[in-house]
């Protein structure tokens, strides 16, 4: 049992190199069999060794987040390890808790019909569960894969479902070809899925599901490089934004100009005169900026981590300059635990730097808002780690909006994977909505993302730096984006009960 928890330990963490930087998108389709192999040879031992391998897989492909436990909150290496491996091993229980019902409850024959819906539903409750954490979603490494057509149709966590029907189908191809004599079914089996969605996912690919209308729109992104350290320091306040007005200086004929996550470094009511001359000198310009900034309403103790839009916005039918509360903005809904909001905040806060850290009590904006109006154009905005939310995004869309906008400050995680996996996530809402994605940052990864989740320009990062590019904008609707999340878990529920049917079949 050691040995095969220690063995599936490494594979688990193998697994990292799947998802951006190192983008190995065939990794699973090795790893995952052999997971699932494993699993299938032992009943007693399901949980702790799906656990071993799920422990190591979240150890390894968010150890990113260790290096702003680490630098920014004041905390000792072991402690911040500690952390690492408590978010890790809570993490790990999704997982291990899907393995375990399909093998208590479930004869391995029919795995390839149960697991997957089982997979999903612990996946939606890692995804929801106090806030949720949908992180590393093993889809995401699918977006350069053959199978990535399939994302318009059944979006990230459908394609996460298709990839363990595959794998597990393979696992117990090899498992059933040691244990018995029906092995050679099964392996036609195996193959004939591999086969069924790979080669669907060729021709999926000449589908076109969003058209170009023609037009295009000339878009400027600043990215500051402001370092962490130095980005609440009242003394930086005005350094940093005149930096990012330097760095605009040029770039005042494009359409929109996009600031980062809170790029302006004072709240809202304070910084009410700068974003006046922002305001005054993109409306002179005919162009539009939004830039993203923090906002408290000293009545209701209110804290908002803001995106404004500025300047020409083409829509409004008596357009009036910027004034303090302008509707023309949103604000953040899906908060990150922690570095914006801290739960049993009354008892963790006395206990170490990283629980009281700057802007760490904002309040949440409504779960549907207004598209941000931008130069005639909507923008669906996501802050950070809104993203990673589908049914959000979604949820935020209508029939005229132009792109999806995601700001953020990815400083936090230094030169690590993080912000190369946070890139990964936008392609997938690019490619699962078909809309175009702009993506602002700090520090990097700032990028331009067509509507078929390709990067189509990117900047440099940690570097002080400005990027534009016209982008394409088109009409059309992915059968994602219409119908959501419900026909896959129709599909799979049915799946589930089949193999129910033929479990009780094969019991009796």
Known sequence: MWRSCILLFVLGASVTFAFAPFNAWWLPFVVFPIWFYIQAGTREHSFKLAWCFSFAYFAAGISWIHVSIAEHGGLPLIVSIAMMAVLSAYLALFPAISMYLCNRFSNKRVWPLTLPFIWLILEWLRANFMTGFPWLSVAYSQIDGPLSAWIPLVGEIGLSAILIMITVNLGLNLRLKRDDNTWHLHGIQSVFVALVFSISGYVLNDINWSQPTGETKKVTIVQGNIEQTVRWVPEQDRPTMQKYWNLTEPHWNSDLIVWPEAAIPKLEIAATSFLELLDEKATETNTALITGIVDVNYETKMIYNNLLSLGNDELALNAIPYQYGHENRFSKHHLLPIGEFVPFESVLRTLAPIFDLPMSSFSRGDYVQPNLKANGMLLAPAICFEIAFPNQIRANLNQDTDAIITVSNDAWF?????????????????KEFGLPVIRSTNTGITAFI?????????ASQFEDTTLTQDIQLVKGDTPYRIFGNSPTYL???ALFIVGFFIHRKIRT
């Open 414 to 430: 230094g030169d690590s994977h993080g912000p190369h996996q946070h890139l990964e996530i936008a392609q997938m809402r690019a």
């Open 491 to 493: 599909f799979f529920f």
């Open 450 to 458: 067509d509507h078929t989740g390709k990067i189509v320009s990117i």
